[in-house]
């Protein structure tokens, strides 16, 4: 019986590999994309690929989409979220318009995908989300708090979806990767660097040091850490066995990340900022 999975974000890095690694192994799968040029990259990765426009931060574009994946099946196996940015700044100075930007893609897109695709999922036997979180939503990294507390958001709002839903074969899964070498950090890096320069004059400069410091690092994870291969083999096992956990964490930071979660909040804090001053310094 085929299946079909809908990947938001597939136009590159773990959104494409993931889109890949499911249709190599028998999926049907809609790939996410923005950008009209990027359809025809993923339609010759594989035939059961199939590019469809959706940006998750519009209602309209959301309603098109599953209007399009409703005339070709009445049901979905599986949605994957992991359309994604990643933003910067001091809360001391960030702008608010930063914030929801932020919010906008990671949660609102997120929970927006989901509900419209409930009605579908709930027609299959055994449905599935499966979100791409992060270590960062653990809330131990300093500078990219807009991007931790938004995967610490999408994880309880999924986990309530969870309790409160009635589909009885409904699992929600959240994967949780360490660094991974992927775009997303060039792109991040250059999107925040716009950001900071809306901070005042005050803010650039006491935190000065500290940005090109987080600056340089990001760009470092381009070529350093788990490859997007790693974390589409683990969406395709979460969406293969028969009883996936809840959570996952794939990378040894991502495992130290949990484990410093459960340290208590003033040796956690000390120990993260003790850190940072000295690999800044």
Known sequence: ???????????????????????????IVFAGVRKSEDNQT?????????????????????????????????KLYALVNNAGIALAGPVEYIPIEILQKQFEVNVFGSIRAA?????????SEDCRIVNISSMASYGIFPFVSPYCVSKRALDMFF?????????????????????????????????????????????????????????????????????????ANLVYKVLTVKRPALSYNIGNDSVFARFMSYLPQFLCNFLVKTGLKKRIN
């Open 1 to 27: 019986m085929e299946k079909y999975v809908l990947v938001t974000g597939a136009s590159s890095g773990l959104g494409k590999a993931t889109a890949q690694k499911l249709a190599d192994n028998g999926f």
């Open 42 to 74: 993923l339609e010759d990765l594989h035939q059961n690929i199939i590019p469809i426009f959706i940006d998750v931060t519009s209602e309209e574009s959301v309603n098109c989409a599953f209007e399009q994946i409703s005339k070709i099946t009445p």
């Open 115 to 123: 509900q419209k695709a409930l009605p579908l999922l709930k027609k």
């Open 159 to 231: 986990n309530s979806l969870l309790l409160e839903c009635k589909i009885p074969n409904l699992k929600v899964i959240s994967i949780k990767p360490g660094v991974v070498s992927t775009p997303i950090w060039n792109k991040s890096v250059d999107e925040s660097m716009k950001n900071l320069e809306l901070l005042c004059e005050e803010g650039k400069n006491k935190y000065k040091k500290e940005f090109e410091f987080l600056a340089a690092n990001a760009r470092k994870n381009n070529e350093k850490g788990l490859k997007s291969q790693d974390i």
